[in-house]
């Protein structure tokens, strides 16, 4: 069956809207999911009716038609799955036609498949070339950040949020539980930490054992999780690693605790290792975030279960909890979404979701906007996009955010949004982590607008 996925689609599409303004702006010609795919790209400020136009390869008789009803918005984005209908060759063409296939419109030539793939930077008027990672649906990711993004919502302030040199480096994730406690791991030792706000910065809680941060160990007791990711649930607490810090090997896991007791070591309660369903990767460049999103705003939305090919169900996965947990893979930056059985071991994927990034360093959920963060380091400028389900219920790249002004390009590896409970005067706040500890500090604080759905 051919699919199409519509990024961005709005209001009806007004009478004379420039079919010259869309322009074929990405090909996946190898390795694309679920098969190869051409993208187009709207450039105008006008959506267009794009019902019946045709793509073929360079091959007449190999022609996808896109569906009726179907319209690129205004600086949207549409992926076209031409396969199965045909299937893009290492020496190939992707041509685009008007309805009827007789007006060309936009086509490209390739001799080679691309690495990643082949796309316009900067988006719909640049030239051609290999892609840092596929990004179906989104904006390019271009070499040498060609598609720079939109200032900063929160403003250009940036302040310091820990004392001097108060963790040292290697701090990864960060996650609010609440408005005053916020989690961070740190990936070398592999160590939890409970923060408590110190007047504008935040410390170590110094009850019950956590001065300074436990340790962690892996479900059997044993080993150095390269803790990267967490987050705070009604499920748990959960993080995400790369590797044992004991060996060389990769080992992309999710790892959940109990934090309650004295103790300072902690041992994994239950333990998911992704390894099997995730592509095979350099042991630094696992599963580098983790945030969870809640059944009931997955049902609301319409979230689509790829793995069904219908709307999700929970009902469809017993005993995963209360919602699906998303992480980050840094080779690639894909997302995944996973039903993890709460008894530990077993999952399910639901979901793949390109973030349009060549890496992915944190997600974070933002439940007032219902905004999925992804969070690149200085790999891409300390930038972050937002996701949002759109009308085919896909996560798809709805903005993409420069770091703030104030803010040097740090090794950010780490991105925690305050609850809507923390909101003074219109605005609440947000975290980075700094892996490198730059200046002596881990921690930074700005801000985002306090929006509500």
Not at 68 to 92: K, R, W
Not at 188 to 204: A, C, F
Request: with cysteine; hydrophobic share 35%.
């Amino acid at each position: 069956m051919l699919s199409v996925v519509a990024v961005g689609l709005g209001s009806p599409v007004p009478a004379g809207a420039a079919a010259s303004d869309v322009r074929i702006n990405e090909v996946e010609s190898s390795g694309g999911s679920p098969g190869d795919w051409v993208e187009l790209v709207n450039t105008g400020t006008a959506a267009v009716d794009v019902s019946g136009w045709v793509v073929k390869d360079d091959d007449d008789s190999h022609a996808f038609t896109v569906p009726a009803g179907t319209a690129v918005a205004a600086g949207g984005h549409l992926a076209l799955d031409v396969d199965p209908a045909f299937g893009l060759g290492s020496s190939d063409s992707a041509r685009l036609f008007r309805p009827g296939a007789g007006t060309p419109v936009d086509s490209y030539s390739w001799n080679g498949h691309a690495t990643t793939t082949y796309g316009r930077c900067a988006d719909g008027v640049g030239a051609f070339t290999t892609t840092t990672a596929p990004t179906k649906g989104s904006a390019n990711a271009c070499p040498g950040g060609t598609n720079p993004g939109t200032a900063w919502p929160g403003g250009s302030t940036v302040a310091n949020a820990d004392a001097s040199n108060a963790f040292g480096t290697n701090m990864s994730g960060l996650a609010f539980e609440g408005p005053g406690v916020l989690w961070a791991v740190k990936n070398g030792p592999g160590t939890l930490y409970r923060l408590v706000p110190n007047g504008t910065t935040w410390r170590s809680d110094t009850a019950n054992g956590w001065g300074s941060g436990k340790t962690l160990r892996f479900s059997n007791g044993s080993g150095d999780p390269d803790a990267e990711g967490v987050v705070a649930t009604p499920d748990g607490l959960f993080v995400a690693t790369e590797r044992d810090n004991n060996g060389s090997s990769s080992a992309p896991k999710v790892l959940r605790y109990t934090t309650s007791g004295s103790g300072t070591t902690l041992t994994a309660a239950a333990e998911w290792n992704l390894t099997a369903d995730l592509p095979p990767v350099a042991a630094n460049s696992g599963l580098e975030g983790i945030t969870w999103v809640p059944d009931s705003f997955l049902t609301a939305r319409g979230f689509r279960d790829q793995r069904t090919g219908s709307a999700y169900s929970p009902g469809s996965y017993p005993g995963h909890g209360t919602g699906l947990y998303f992480v980050g893979l840094e080779a690639n930056g894909t997302i995944y979404a996973y039903a993890l059985d709460q008894a530990g071991g077993g999952y399910t994927r639901v979901a793949t979701v390109q973030s349009g990034f060549p890496a992915v360093m944190e997600l974070e959920f933002e439940p007032e906007s219902g905004h999925l963060w992804a969070v690149c380091d200085d790999t891409c400028q300390g930038r972050a996009k937002t996701l949002d389900v759109n009308a085919q219920g896909v996560l798809a790249v709805t903005h993409t955010y420069d770091r703030p002004a104030g803010m040097p390009d740090y090794n950010n590896e780490g991105f925690a949004i305050a609850p809507k409970s923390a909101c003074a005067s219109g605005r609440k706040p947000v975290l980075w982590a700094d892996d490198g500890n730059s200046g002596r500090h881990a921690l930074r604080a700005g801000a985002l607008p306090c929006t509500t759905r």
